[in-house]
């Protein structure tokens, strides 16, 4: 603390009044607590970043197989329309053989039958 002669002869001085050894002291103690807790906060910080990139990261690669799993599911299913589709069209074009074969022999047989009538 000050004297009261320091304050006297501040007053009739044109300096500024000397400092207080332990008010700077306390000063710079104050100071370098701050720094230390914004290093502590920062570190926290960064560490809780670096979790959090991870986990995206992590989310990333579990999504993408996933991803992986249902295309494979579809492309089995596609794979089975298409079984099945090409199946349908060939059984469709062997039904419609069939259908042309069968018309024309039942012409043949309705022209049979015709001709027998016109012969009695």
């Known amino acids: 603390p000050f004297e009261i002669h320091d304050i006297f002869s501040f007053l ?3 300096s500024p009044p000397p400092e207080n050894p332990a008010s700077s002291t306390s000063a710079a103690a104050a100071a370098e607590d701050r720094r230390r807790r914004r290093m502590i906060s920062n570190r926290e910080s960064a560490k809780r970043s670096r979790i ?3 986990q995206h990261a992590e989310d990333v690669v579990s999504e993408w197989n996933r ?3 249902e295309n494979r599911g579809l492309k089995n ?3 089975a329309f298409d079984w099945h589709r090409r199946s ?11 259908s042309t074969r069968l018309r024309i022999r039942l012409d043949g047989l309705r022209r049979l039958l015709q001709h027998r009538a ?3």
Not at 88 to 95: G, H, K, N, T, V
Request: proline share 0%; with cysteine.
């Open 12 to 14: 009739d001085s044109d």
């Open 52 to 54: 959090r990139k991870k």
């Open 67 to 69: 991803l992986q799993v």
């Open 77 to 79: 299913r596609l794979c």
């Open 88 to 98: 349908a069209r060939i059984d469709s074009e062997s039904l419609v053989h069939e």
């Open 118 to 120: 016109q012969q009695q």
